[in-house]
């Protein structure tokens, strides 16, 4: 769920930023995104109740508004504001909006799509191999791990940074 409430903050911030961009293009596009996407996160959300929340004994205390709830709420806040400054201090004080299409920004969160997409279905069919929540689990937070480090590396090019790359570089030769 946690996963699911960061790449709903993503998409969230996704369309400020496509504002920011070009005001009237994302006038058709934002439009576009938020029923694309959001019918992607809502098909998402269904899986994740269905695969994870029942098996775990989380169902009830989730909807029922139990602890669940309130951590849930609490860490979606905190992505919220994290994901706030990053687009304040990032995209608006460095001024990462310059020259970036509004097409590569609309298509930006869609990794995260198929990393969830990827991990319900294979993590789906070995849960139900071995009656456990836990592959989807352990799946996510591998691909999430891999793919957040590569998207803030791209996303936030400095030369600091750059020589990170260069290691990261050298390293998959190896």
């Known amino acids: 769920m946690l996963y699911w409430s960061e790449s709903a903050v993503i998409g969230i911030f996704c369309l400020f930023k496509m504002w920011f961009i070009d005001p009237w293009a994302s006038l058709i596009a934002a439009p576009f995104f938020t029923l694309h996407y959001g019918g992607f996160m809502a098909g998402h959300l269904l899986l994740v ?32 504001v994290s994901h706030g400054i990053s687009f304040f201090q990032n995209f608006i004080g460095r001024t990462e909006y310059v020259d970036r299409d509004i ?33 989807i689990l352990l799946l996510l937070i591998l691909l999430k791990i891999v793919t957040d480090f590569r998207a803030h590396l791209l996303e936030h090019r400095t030369d600091l940074n750059s020589e990170c790359k260069v290691w990261l570089g050298e390293w998959r030769k190896t």
């Open 49 to 80: 109740y269905d695969f994870v929340l029942p098996d775990e004994g989380l169902a009830t205390e989730f909807w029922e508004g139990g602890n669940v709830v309130s951590l849930l709420t609490l860490s979606f806040l905190a992505l919220f």
């Open 103 to 135: 097409r590569k920004q609309m298509n930006e969160p869609y990794g995260r799509i198929l990393i969830m997409q990827f991990s319900l279905l294979l993590g789906g069919v070995l849960a139900v191999a071995f009656d456990s929540a836990l592959p």
